[in-house]
Structures are given as C-alpha cells and as structure tokens.
C-alpha cells in the first residue's frame, strides 16, 4: 500500500527565509503525488500535483515541489517565504482501485515569524 | 459556485451516544468522501460515496457509517462514541470519484 512520510513535524522560519519541507513515498508503481495546504481555521487546499512528466511541479503561491524518484522524494520548496505562509502542510497519495481515496503524511506545520 | 460546507462546526458528545454529521457538497459534485483528522495526524480516509452507495472503505468499524442523498449530500453517522473519535471530520467532495477534490472546513467532535 502506498505511504508518504514527512519527517519534519513543525518547522519555523524567519520571513524571506527560503523552505524546503521534506516528503518521502513508498511505493513501487506509478506515482502520483499532492501537496496540501491547511491555513489556520480554513479548509485543505491543493497546492500542486505531480501525475507525469516535467518533475518540477509549479504550485499556487510561489510553491514548487521536485519528484525524484531515485530518493523516493516529492519535497515542497519556496524560495522566500512570508507570514500568510503559516500553515500546516501535507504530502499526499492518492490510490485509485475502484474508488479514489487519498493518503496524507502527517502534515509540517510552519511557522513564519515577521 | 457554492463550495462545501459542513455542519455543525463543533460538537460536543458524551462517550456512548451517537453523532451525526452533515455535508452539502460543492454545486456539480456527484462524489462525496469523508476523512477524519485526530490531533497532531494527517486525515484518513473513512469511506466515499458516489450515487447513493458507499464505494470505498478505509479502516474504520461499522459503527462508522453513511449516507448520500439523491442531491448528493451526505451524512456521516458514528455509534457508541469513544473518547478517540474526537477529531476533525472532512468532508471532500469531487466529480465521479475524480481527485480534484473540494474540502469543507470540518466537523471539530470532542468527545467527553
């Protein structure tokens, strides 16, 4: 079965700072890969997503995220963050088999200090 | 385009009762998927619903359970509540079980 893990649980960042928040999956078929956004008392919103082709995924907000497959990674990467960016954010999977379903990581949450 | 909403927002219960949650899913969304975020983790999946019926299950008991109306709305019933069902509940609805999913803002249930 598919699974993401995110080994960096709370991460916190001066403005300007740049982030890379860390995902790793396992799984051994075709991959697909989400990263969600979760802003303080708001509903989850996709950031990017990574189904095919170019491994650099361009997300909303100035995010980026790189597959390499190699390191089994789908890192989450801004080159300058700012407050509004504090959030908690998840690595996902989905799984498609008769029903779509989506796996989360345990989520970063970050904090951006002005 | 209405997205979706959840209600009630917060709950509280007491261990044993019953609990059911509300979801109207965004305009055009036939799909209707129900996760459950504890504290400190990413949400699992429940189980979804597409036209009425239940079409996937995560791992959770029978005491978790659903239903999809014929206007696509769901609800989420859970019986005999135990102190680890407090969480958030999501609900995520989409069209034909695709993964561009619109997530509500959650059921917070504190369970006493």
Redesign the interface.
Same mark, same amino acid.
């Given at each position: 079965a598919q699974s993401v893990s995110q080994h960096n649980h709370h991460v916190i960042l001066s403005e300007a700072a740049s982030l890379e928040l860390g995902c790793n999956y396992s799984y051994g078929g075709t991959v697909?890969l989400?990263w969600y956004v979760q802003y303080p008392? @708001?509903? #989850? @919103? #996709?950031l990017l !997503?990574y189904f095919s082709g170019d491994p650099l995924v361009k997300g909303i907000k100035g995010f980026e995220a790189e597959f390499i497959k190699s390191k089994f990674s789908f890192n989450l990467r801004k080159p300058s963050v700012q407050w509004s960016d504090t959030a908690e954010y998840?690595c996902?999977v989905?799984f498609s088999g008769?029903? @779509? !379903?989506? &796996?989360? $990581? &345990? $989520?970063t949450k970050l904090q951006v200090i002005p | 385009e209405t997205?979706?909403t959840q209600s009630p927002t917060h709950l509280i219960k007491t261990r044993g009762q019953q609990v059911t949650l509300r979801c109207s899913s965004q305009s055009g969304h036939n %799909?209707v998927?129900w996760y459950q975020q504890a504290l400190?983790? +990413?949400? =699992?999946?429940i189980f =979804?619903y597409?036209r009425e019926e239940e079409?996937?299950r995560?791992n959770f008991p029978p005491r978790f359970s659903g239903l999809q109306f014929p206007n696509y709305s769901s609800e989420l019933n859970v019986n005999a509540l135990e102190l680890d069902d407090s969480a958030l509940y999501?609900c995520?609805s989409?069209w034909d079980?695709?993964?561009g999913? %619109?997530?509500?803002? +959650?059921t917070r249930l504190t369970v006493v």
């Open positions: 697909n989400f008392g @708001q509903h #989850l @919103q #996709l !997503k998840f996902a989905p008769g029903y @779509q !379903k989506v &796996t989360f $990581g &345990t $989520g | 997205g979706v %799909t998927s400190g983790q +990413g949400p =699992q999946f =979804q597409y079409n996937g995560g999501l995520a989409s079980g695709g993964y999913y %619109t997530f509500g803002s +959650g």
